[in-house]
């Protein structure tokens, strides 16, 4: 059978690589190869694979960082799972770092270098080239990728997904020059990451613009947990400033506020090494009150510091700082997305013939928050779960996010409204009356200020709402550009995420509501949305979205 992969990161390569060796697979991807959010990954890899440690603590620690949100069958698979697939890398030829350590060879039973994160109970981090792991992983994979017979469509944008009788049976694309072109496929398997650009400040590369889970949006394909938005603590808090790991933290660095006052240890037992969204509406509160948040490394041996993160130790400097000396400011942004095309354990989601694995997917794996170095992870285990249920009999009753009677909010299309309930950037000080549109160039800019300003780190209803009038007044028409299609993705799932924060009306994980501070008990562990209508963008061959194949209560509204 034909494969179509989309996206090029651990998930996606992984993906292609073990389907190769039983089906005719195509990888397309937006940018090169080596444009994924994988390449930028710092930390390393969690994975149970020292003496000390076990798959049952590993999950432990993956469900008290999610809140208590995650599917225990997801977590158990990963966690279970992950020796054997972080063996695949080493048999690759991943070279993860190594120690002579005595005390860490007693400890661990190996020479693998470990490094310990936020709300890991133990030092199961295993990295590469210090804080590159991410690059050596997507170097490796490339160079696997490029010794099995895969065609390769570089530069190459997903616009839309292609149905007949209710099946994905291909996908549309802008190819190398911009011209529209359709690939048919028996299956398709969407690994095309995130949508970091949803906010202002992201840690994310320019590539996460959501286009694998609008287009399946748009397909009429189950979408949940979208709310749920991870805030990275510590961005590097300069213009284009990237990700700080936390693996510094993990080897002491602590944070001070601009009074050099450490804050965290009255906030979380755990201090710094608390879960990421305490730790980041930690250092946001200290911002706010008191100016400044700096990350503070110089306890540690200076020598130690550079050679355990030589990548930082540069970009540091050249942001002036010497961090073996002093704090370097810091900041939280947008990092990662737990929400995304609900799929079982296999990588299935309700659309047949569609998959989805990594960022792009939501197994249920991270519920609410998720635990540091997770990801990479989670790539690796469902991209060759999801690569070997290709062309196996579907399931008639799947469990998306693990739950056979997910409920699912059908949602319909509003028509274009008139005015929206605040000034977009540009228009600060009126009110009343029609709102002026956006330009289509600024669409971006101001769909990122609503989100970051009142869909961002903390959430309140009049926020909410707000974002979501001056959202449904934002247009992308006819796209014909990747920036217009990326613009696109963008609004859908923008829209989507506003509307899943003022449906949880809790704070839960990476879901904080000033106006609902507590977690609800009683609150359902996932929300899921679909679409209920076609959209007039969806190319004129699709056919119109069939019924969602989920056995589940349904209630209908509007979604902007």
């Not at 210090?130 to 010794?147: C, F």
């Amino acid at each position: 059978m034909h494969v179509v992969i989309v996206g090029s990161g651990i998930a996606g390569l992984t993906a292609a690589i073990r389907a190769s060796a039983r089906h005719d697979v195509t990888l397309v991807t937006k940018g090169s190869l080596a444009d994924a959010a994988t390449s930028h990954a710092q930390g390393g890899v969690a994975v149970a694979l020292g003496a000390d440690d076990s798959a049952t603590l590993h999950a432990a620690d993956t469900h008290v960082a999610a809140a208590g949100s995650a599917d225990a069958r997801a977590v158990d698979v990963l966690c279970t799972d992950g020796p054997a697939r972080v063996q695949d890398l080493l048999a690759l030829g991943v070279p993860f770092d190594r120690t002579d350590d005595p005390s860490s060879l007693d400890r661990h039973g190996d020479d693998l270098a470990r490094g310990r994160e936020a709300a890991h109970g133990r030092w199961r981090v295993v990295h590469a080239a210090g804080d590159a792991t991410g690059a050596a992983i997507e170097r490796t994979l490339i160079a696997a990728l490029h010794r099995r017979h895969v065609t390769i469509l570089e530069r190459t944008c997903l616009t839309d997904l292609v149905l007949r009788d209710g099946a994905v049976v291909g996908i549309d694309v802008l190819d190398l020059l911009g011209e529209p072109r359709r690939i048919d496929a028996d299956a398709v398997v969407l690994a095309s990451g995130g949508a970091g650009h949803l906010y202002r400040e992201t840690t994310n590369p320019l590539v996460a613009t959501g286009d694998g889970a609008a287009a399946a949006w748009r397909a009429g394909a189950v979408l949940a947990d979208l709310e749920y938005v991870q805030f990275h603590p510590t961005r590097l808090a300069v213009p284009g400033g990237g990700l700080v790991s936390e693996a510094v933290r993990g080897e002491g660095a602590v944070l001070r506020d601009a009074r050099g006052h450490r804050f965290m240890g009255a906030l979380h037992p755990d201090a710094e090494l608390a879960p990421r969204d305490v730790v980041a509406r930690g250092i946001a509160a200290a911002i706010r009150d008191h100016g400044a948040v700096f990350l503070d490394a110089s306890g540690l041996d200076a020598a130690f510091l550079v050679g355990r993160f030589p990548g930082l130790t540069r970009a540091t400097r050249a942001a002036g700082f010497d961090w073996t000396r002093e704090g370097v400011p810091v900041a939280p942004a947008a990092h990662y997305s737990m929400g995304g095309v609900a799929t079982d354990a296999e990588g299935r989601t309700s659309l047949p013939g569609l998959s989805a694995v990594g960022e792009v997917a939501c197994t249920g794996v991270h519920g609410a928050n998720r635990l540091a170095s997770n990801s990479l992870l989670e790539g690796l285990v469902f991209a060759v779960r999801a690569a070997d249920a290709l062309g196996a009999p579907r399931p008639g009753r799947l469990r998306l996010r693990g739950d056979a009677t997910l409920p699912v909010t059908r949602v319909t299309d509003l028509p274009e409204p008139v005015r929206a309930s605040r000034p977009v950037d540009g228009d600060q000080g009126r009110t009343g009356g029609p709102d002026r549109l956006p330009e289509p160039a600024d669409v971006r800019r101001v769909l990122q200020s609503v989100m970051t300003e009142r869909v961002g780190l903390l959430r309140d209803a009049a926020g909410l709402a707000s974002a979501r009038c001056d959202l449904a007044a934002l247009t992308v028409d006819g796209p014909t550009t990747v920036r217009g299609h990326e613009d696109r993705a963008l609004l859908d799932l923008a829209r989507l995420v506003g509307r899943a924060a003022e449906a949880r009306t809790e704070s839960r994980g990476a879901h904080a509501r000033t106006d609902h501070p507590d977690t609800d008990p009683g609150a359902p562990a996932s929300l899921a949305w679909s679409r209920a209508v076609r959209s007039a963008a969806t190319p004129a061959p699709v056919p119109a979205p069939v019924p969602v194949p989920v056995p589940a209560p349904v209630t209908e509204e509007a979604i902007a």
